[in-house]
């Protein structure tokens, strides 16, 4: 059969162009099929809604968020410390605040760690202090830690980083758990008992100011039990992780008193799986925008480059330790 060779042109002409614009050919130039970049997707494990570290890791998220290209980071709540440990070890999330006692009891497979070592934690930075407070009631008599013999003591929950540090204050005095009657309580369990007079002091570690402590003074004559010079000292050469610390007079309203003891940090922890580049990003970020961590809480105030490394407890991050390096911290 004839068919007119102007025919045969125009079908030609009409796959031709049907070829092009379905290949993406046409219009902005996009290929459509081409995988675009994904997010990074980043937790951030912190502690309870009423803590220190939520707001602070929202905080944070924010400032990744937006000064991070392709960084999509989210603050969640959890059990704190030894809870985020654990969070790191099955990769469940990627950024954790612990305490630098905690992760040094991981790294070490001491403490609530002796049944193995969690070596994949790397440090980001030592945020701001975590205080050891010894709290009593004025009306108990008791004036330093040597009176806590025989006497009912809130030590923290079981195998918590307060059990440990009020077992490692007492081995300085020369004491263990049997010169006391140990109560194994949280401090909001232990402030409640001691309104109710079942319990006559108790050890806590927290961001000062401590809430718990606060709404104990509201009510009730309240006294911190200063350590002296020598047990800092010696609770200092023993732990890497102590700093000697002086809470200030007038810190909480009913005591007046400055008080010597000592602190852990709250730390930035990382998994040791993130890029390099990605955590030098994220590093950077943040210590550029400390303003925003500042306005979140009063303790984000307490972060600076010139204390990040301060009782480091987990090697550094390559992202991290290649920042600080060019910041001329290292």
């Not at 000292?233 to 809470?247: R, V």
């Amino acid at each position: 059969m004839w068919v007119p060779k102007a025919l045969i042109l125009v079908v030609l002409l009409a796959f031709a162009a049907s070829t092009l614009f379905g290949c993406g050919g046409g219009g902005g130039g996009t290929d459509q099929g081409a995988e675009q970049p994904k997010d990074q997707f980043i937790s951030i494990a912190t502690g309870g809604v009423a803590g220190t570290y939520y707001p602070l890791g929202g905080a944070m998220a924010e400032i990744f968020n937006a000064n991070v290209p392709g960084v999509n980071a989210t603050a969640e709540t959890t059990n704190a410390s030894v809870a985020n440990v654990r969070l790191l070890e099955g990769n469940e999330t990627e950024f954790a605040f612990i305490q630098n006692d905690i992760s040094y009891y991981a790294l070490n497979g001491m403490e609530m760690f002796a049944d193995g070592k969690v070596d994949i934690l790397t440090g980001i930075a030592t945020l701001y202090p975590e205080v050891v407070q010894v709290v009593t009631l004025k009306d108990k008599g008791i004036n330093s830690i040597e009176d806590l013999r025989g006497k009912k003591v809130a030590v923290g929950a079981p195998s918590s980083g307060t059990e440990a540090n009020a077992r490692q204050i007492l081995a300085a005095y020369g004491m263990t758990f049997n010169d006391i009657k140990p109560d194994f309580l949280s401090f909001g369990e232990a402030a409640s008992n001691m309104k109710d007079g079942h319990v006559d002091a108790a050890f806590l570690t927290a961001g000062l100011p401590t809430a718990a402590v606060t709404d104990l003074g509201a009510t009730h004559n309240i006294k911190i039990i200063p350590l002296t010079a020598e047990a800092v000292a010696t609770l200092g050469a023993e732990y890497p992780f102590y700093a000697s610390f002086t809470i200030d007079g007038g810190t909480y309203a009913k005591e007046q008193d400055a008080v010597l003891t000592v602190a852990v940090k709250a730390m930035l922890v990382a998994s040791g799986s993130l890029s390099e580049d990605m955590v030098y990003n994220l590093t950077k970020a943040l210590f550029e925008n400390l303003d925003k961590l500042a306005a979140a809480h009063q303790r984000g105030g307490d972060v600076g480059l010139d204390s990040a490394n301060e009782t480091m407890s987990l090697p550094l991050h390559p992202g991290a330790e290649k920042y600080f390096k060019e910041q001329g911290v290292l």
